[in-house]
């Protein structure tokens, strides 16, 4: 079952289908001609569904060997990169972000440890392009947060990959606190040369200075605020809520740096940007809701262990013959009486609640 889309039916031609809200009777007659008009194109790209060849659901395990769920992987990336082109470009800067990006480099030469925190759906979309230099030679703990929030086969390919690469990395849930005493102890060993070395010098010990850092709402705080066993940081399912930087003393011997969520001025890549924005980790004023719950469509009949299937038992909407957007359609007509925006967002709201099940939207790069 292969189903054809137009690359071209993405661009803001969404005012088309405005009036929909207004004259919901007609709406099949309008999505039929917007579907008409605006899905003709010379390129066009192959989305496969559940049943396919090259993407099977995950429950047929005979094709679902580790090379073609890998070149599948591979392919999606590939066809991400392309619909990002015909979309509003996703740019997000808070005026307080230049401010902390100075301070905080500031702070990290004061560290001894630096702890890097990432979305587990997207540990590569939540790597900022700059971290390595502003660490330097320090050491670094990555942890990967949401682990809840992926299956069990992307953990394990996350895990394999990084311990290639002789990085440390902690899996944690910073809702639930599973990885934060780990993530102590790893730090305090890290570390532990520096009051040794104090003590040749004639100094008293002091406690570790841990340094955390990483992308907004990847969970920082509430990170903090599990070690701690108490609120000491603001924290909040939204990007943007930790403002300043604030020290936190844990027991005796850490010291954490609690940072807002630092981002690139400007992001070239707008693959990772529409999956920030999928998983929530940049302000909603950055993006158009529907172009990137329609890339999302895509994508989740992309990945091998999801596919069309998962949507149409979420929805009760075929998805055969269209693009992401006129999915998006069919459910604002359905559900929504025409709104394609509150549309959009369940899609996304759905995500990220795990109603499709719990996955990562990336595999490490071969």
Request: glycine share 6%.
């Amino acid at each position: 079952m292969a189903v054809q889309f137009s690359g071209a039916c993405l661009p803001n031609s969404l005012s088309n289908l405005c009036s929909l809200q207004q004259r919901p009777p007609n709406g099949r007659n309008l999505l039929a001609a917007f579907a008409s008009t605006h899905l003709q194109s010379s390129t066009t790209i192959q989305i496969v569904g559940g049943s396919a060849t090259r993407y099977r659901h995950a429950n047929d395990t005979s094709v679902l060997d580790s090379t073609k769920v890998e070149d599948n992987w591979f392919d999606l990336e590939t066809d991400l990169y392309h619909w990002t082109k015909s979309v509003r470009p996703v740019q997000w800067y808070p005026g307080h972000i230049a401010k902390t990006e100075k301070e905080l480099k500031e702070q990290l030469k004061l560290m001894d440890v630096v702890v890097e925190v990432r979305d587990a759906r997207i540990p590569m979309s939540t790597s900022h392009p700059q971290m390595d230099l502003w660490i330097g030679n320090r050491k670094r703990i990555l942890v990967l947060n949401r682990e809840d929030m992926i299956s069990t086969a992307d953990r394990n390919a996350w895990a394999a990959y990084y311990a290639k690469q002789g990085i440390r990395v902690v899996f944690a849930n910073g809702q639930l606190g599973m990885g934060s005493m780990k993530l102590s102890r790893l730090a305090k060993s890290l570390a532990v040369d520096v009051n040794i070395k104090r003590r040749a010098r004639g100094l008293l010990p002091r406690p570790v200075r841990a340094g955390v850092v990483g992308y907004p709402n990847v969970g920082k705080s509430s990170l903090i605020n599990r070690l701690l066993k108490r609120r000491m940081c603001p924290a909040a399912p939204r990007p943007g809520v930790t403002r300043q930087l604030k020290w936190v003393r844990f027991g005796k011997d850490l010291e954490l740096l609690d940072s807002p969520g630092i981002i690139p001025m400007r992001i070239s890549d707008q693959s990772a940007a529409i999956k920030l924005a999928i998983c929530d980790d940049i302000g909603e004023r950055s993006y158009d809701v529907a172009d990137v719950a329609a890339i999302l469509v895509q994508m989740l009949a992309r990945i091998p262990s999801i596919g069309t299937k998962a949507l149409y038992n979420r929805y009760r909407i075929e998805t055969e013959g269209q693009s992401g957007q006129i999915f998006v359609h069919k459910l604002a007509l359905k559900l929504f009486g025409g709104d394609v925006h509150q549309a959009a967002f369940r899609i996304l709201t759905d995500f990220r609640k795990g109603k499709f099940g719990w996955f990562s939207l990336e595999r490490p790069p071969r």
